[in-house]
């Protein structure tokens, strides 16, 4: 089974619930397309406080560099943006780093891609591509929902997506496969919408 993963590198929940799906990968005969979403663009216009507005004013960053490393590198290395997100959500999550520049040179040269890519942190030339990024996984969920959202075929083999699944910590083993086993029987289930409760513990990356 093909998946597609939308992510904001910045956000935590997406963060583990990418963790869950790389679990998956290793249990499951599924393989991953990772894309860019922006916590940036979902926020623009929404009154948000002043703390959070300095976070979504950091978070354009570490999306336009997956964009650039999207476009530049992708047709030779299909993986490119996985590995991107893995090194920069190390940093940001698992070490809880805000030296935001640091995290986007550090990961780009760990995942071997050249400067100039890190540089895409300033460029906002690349925002009409994150746009059309974040638009494409929005229009398969609509626009109340956030990152991460998981899509993939139905039975009738047109792809559904849906707005997480938001976990923590993120589950391991055969409990992963378990839970991607019932994400798929949700989503092949026609007229199927939503589950929801209301989060009391915050993201657990251990």
């Known amino acids: 089974m093909e998946a597609r993963f939308w992510f904001d590198p910045m956000c935590p929940w997406a963060w583990i619930t990418s963790r869950w799906m790389h679990e998956v990968i290793g249990?499951?005969?599924?393989?991953?397309?990772?894309?860019?979403?922006?916590?940036?663009?979902?926020?623009?216009?929404?009154?948000?406080?002043?703390?959070?507005?300095?976070?979504?004013?950091?978070?354009?960053?570490?999306?336009?560099?997956c964009i650039a490393a999207e476009q530049q590198f992708s047709a030779e290395r299909p993986e490119i943006v996985g590995e991107l997100y893995t090194a920069l959500g190390t940093?940001?999550?698992?070490?809880?780093?805000?030296?935001?520049?640091?995290?986007i040179e550090e990961s780009v040269a760990e995942v071997g891609l050249p400067a100039s890519i890190a540089e895409a942190a300033g460029d906002s030339s690349l925002d009409e591509a994150l746009r059309a990024s974040h638009d494409e996984g929005a229009r398969l969920v609509g626009p109340d929902a956030g990152t991460p959202i998981v899509a993939i075929p139905n039975r009738d083999g047109q792809e559904v997506g849906l707005f997480g699944p938001i976990i923590t910590p993120a589950p391991l083993g055969e409990d992963a496969a378990l839970l991607w086993d019932a994400f798929v029987a949700m989503v092949q289930t026609p007229g199927f919408y939503e589950i929801k409760r209301t989060r009391d513990v915050e993201p657990q990356f251990d």
């Not at 005969?29 to 950091?58: C, F, H, R």
């Not at 940093?91 to 995290?103: E, N, P």
């Open 91 to 103: 940093r940001l999550h698992l070490q809880s780093r805000t030296d935001f520049a640091k995290v």
């Open 27 to 65: 249990m499951r005969d599924v393989t991953v397309t990772w894309k860019v979403m922006s916590l940036a663009i979902l926020n623009e216009g929404n009154e948000i406080p002043p703390q959070y507005a300095e976070a979504m004013a950091a978070a354009w960053g570490p999306v336009r560099v």
